[in-house]
Structures are given as C-alpha cells and as structure tokens.
C-alpha cells in the first residue's frame, strides 16, 4: 500500500505541473521529506496524508490506493475520465454509463428529453423490482400495488410505455467524438449477450445489425 501512496503523490503533483519544492510549501514539509514520500524512502503518518488528500483535492482512499476515483464514491458518477474498471461490466460500469447518458443528453438537448431517460430507468428498475417480488427473491412490501405483479396487462403497459420512450422521435445529433470506455464496454457486452441469446435460440439477425460479436 505504501508504494501506491508514493506513487500517487507524484502523480498527483506531476498532474498539477508542479515541482517538488512547490509542493513541498503547500504541504507544509521540505524537498526532502517529500521526495522520500513519493520515493517511498519513508512513510508518511496519518495528518500528511489528510493534508495530501485536501492540496490535491483527492479523497485519502484514493491516495490508499483503495479507490479508482478521485472523488470518491460520488465522484465515480462524473465521466470527466475513464478509470480502470470501466472495462469491466459491472455495477460500478452501469451506473457510470447512466450518469455519462445523462449528463450528456442535458448536454445536448433539453430538459424533456433528460426525463425521459429518467423514466426509462425508473420503468426498467420498478420492472426488475416487479419481477424479483413475483419470484420471491425481494419482500413483498417492495410493491405497494401487489396485485399488479401477476396483472398481465399492467405489465404490457409497462412495457408499451417503455417502447414508446426508447422510439420516440428527436432530433439526431450532429455531435462526433469517441464514447467513454464505460459506454463503450456496455455497447459491446450487450451486443455479443444479444448476438449469443439469438444463436443459442436459432433466431436469424443480420450480421449488418452486430459491430461486434467478440
């Protein structure tokens, strides 16, 4: 752990185009210590690492190396740059990717349009949240309309609702530039889960809809 303090404290301060004797003021050390910090010659205690944590506006865990973003866990939601585990189709991918969708629709568009991506993830979750109560897996409690889990035609409403919303009509984008990694590993993880449901249940789809089938 203690090499990744080191290593991070000069990233950070590498990042800010600082030297080290600028650095060293701020933290309020001399040269030395702080080249013995970032060398990992010596260990930093506990009140350096907070005031680390506060010149560089970086959270201690991310010093600790037990965190990927800077900011915390809160921070992980503002796509201003890719972290490792955007790569991974995980928890952490998918909630980076919605918030990057957002953030970017509120972009480019406007408010209409931001609550409509509200509403397809809320019908997609209350879907989930319906489901996992028919089968047992969540308390009942969870569905304050029970009567609604095993009402077919609630759930057709559901889902024409959630239909309508993904086709509605806006004006295209004219906007180019390369997708963040999170974007990008939910694209291609679900293209090849769609491309591999398909073959498994021999139903034909044109390989003009799959980019890729890695």
């Not at 203690?2 to 950070?12: A, D, F, P, V, W």
């Not at 910090?37 to 560089?56: P, S, T």
């Not at 086709?167 to 769609?194: G, R």
Request: proline share 2%; glycine share 6%.
């Amino acid at each position: 752990m203690e090499k990744k303090i080191s290593s991070n404290l000069s990233k950070l301060r590498k990042e800010k185009k600082m030297s080290q004797k600028e650095a060293a003021a701020g933290l309020g050390v001399s040269q030395a210590l702080l080249s013995h910090y970032e060398n990992g010659i010596r260990e930093c205690g506990l009140d350096f690492l907070m005031k680390a944590a506060d010149f560089y506006n970086v959270t201690t865990d991310y010093l600790l190396g037990r965190s990927e973003s800077k900011q915390g866990f809160t921070g992980n939601f503002s796509i201003k740059e890719d972290i490792k585990s955007d790569s991974a189709m995980c928890t952490l991918t998918l909630f980076r990717n919605a918030s990057y969708l957002r953030e970017y629709l509120a972009a480019q568009h406007d408010g209409d349009l931001v609550d409509e991506i509200h509403h397809m993830y809320g019908l997609i979750i209350y879907r989930v949240i319906m489901a996992e109560v028919a089968k047992g897996n969540f308390p009942r409690s969870w569905m304050p309309n029970i009567d609604a889990v095993n009402n077919d035609i609630y759930k057709n409403i559901m889902n024409g609702l959630l239909y309508h919303l993904i086709n509605c009509k806006h004006t295209s984008s004219t906007v180019t530039e390369d997708p963040p990694q999170c974007v990008k590993t939910v694209v291609e993880h679900m293209q090849k889960y769609v491309y591999e449901q398909c073959k498994e249940n021999n139903f034909n789809l044109s390989d003009e809809c799959l980019i890729s089938k890695k």
